[in-house]
């Protein structure tokens, strides 16, 4: 019997290569098809992205910066109520307005349980430039009888003093609206700290340029900032009409009408 050589194992082998290459072929084109996918799903993911970013941008046109003064380790004033409860309250509620209207980004200072310093919270305000800034705090006093709503915009001499000034001016016309004291001659007012840091407040009638600081959360700022001392968390009548769940809620109300004063008014300005 006559021995193979390797002769004949070629038709074979030539078989097994055909195969081979066959499959390297599948295996490249499966890898192709698969790479064009991953680039579809790259490109789509892009147009997607800009897409929302253009809309997101363009959409909400305005973005507020809402401070829920103190949090955390610091609970503020204490009275009838922690001062924090009302703050975060009314700036829960506030948010709730502003993006039901859509025409608002909200920026948060903080979470609500959040504790942050002052200047942490002013330089997130500064980093992310918004269009507005309102601080909410509580005012307290030892004389149970001190009530009213009063608000500091950007002092004289500081950035945006003008704009944080009509600002100031709207937001303690609508709070009287909602019922509440205007406190000294209009609710607007300007804080400083002495050099021994002790609170100096002189009425918006004042427009002398003082050589100290302002309240923390208004330096700085890009753009128009108010802080408000929305009622006396000392006083009972106050607490009831800008305290509790109802008050905060009529207060985040004059606030958010005073928001959108402020931007239709600077609306307004451009179209003229
Ligand atoms: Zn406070």
Not at 229 to 255: M, P, R, S, W
Not at 256 to 268: K, W
Request: proline share 3%; hydrophobic share 35%; with cysteine.
């Amino acid at each position: 019997m006559k021995g193979k050589n390797w002769r004949d194992f070629e038709p074979e082998k030539k078989q097994h290569m055909t195969e081979a290459r066959q499959r390297r072929k599948n295996r490249k084109r499966r890898k192709g098809g698969l790479l064009k996918k991953l680039k579809l799903a790259v490109i789509l993911f892009i147009i997607g992205y800009v897409g929302f970013m253009v809309y997101y941008t363009f959409s909400k046109p305005y973005t507020i910066a809402l401070d829920a003064g103190h949090g955390g380790w610091d609970v503020g004033a204490e009275g009838i109520l922690q001062e924090v409860e009302l703050t975060e309250r009314t700036v829960a509620k506030l948010e709730t307005l502003l993006k039901e209207d859509g025409r608002f980004r909200i920026i948060l200072s903080r979470e609500a349980g959040e504790g942050m310093e002052i200047v942490e919270r002013n330089a997130k305000f500064q980093k992310k430039k918004p269009d507005l800034m309102l601080s909410v705090h509580g005012n307290a006093n030892d004389n149970e009888g001190a009530n009213g709503f009063e608000c500091y915009p950007s002092p004289p001499g500081h950035e945006n003093h003008e704009e944080s000034l009509v600002f100031a001016k709207l937001l303690a016309e609508e709070m009287k609206e909602a019922g509440a004291k205007l406190r000294g001659t209009d609710g607007v007012r300007f804080g400083y700290y002495d050099p021994s840091g002790e609170k100096v407040l002189v009425d918006s009638d004042d427009t002398k340029v003082y050589d100290m600081p302002t309240f923390g959360m208004l330096k700085n700022m890009d753009c128009p900032a108010v802080l408000v001392e929305q009622c006396f968390i000392t006083n009972a009548a106050d607490v009831d009409a800008f305290g509790d769940e109802d008050g905060c809620q009529k207060a985040a109300k004059a606030y958010y009408n005073a928001v959108c004063r402020y931007i239709e008014m600077l609306e307004e300005t451009a179209n003229t």
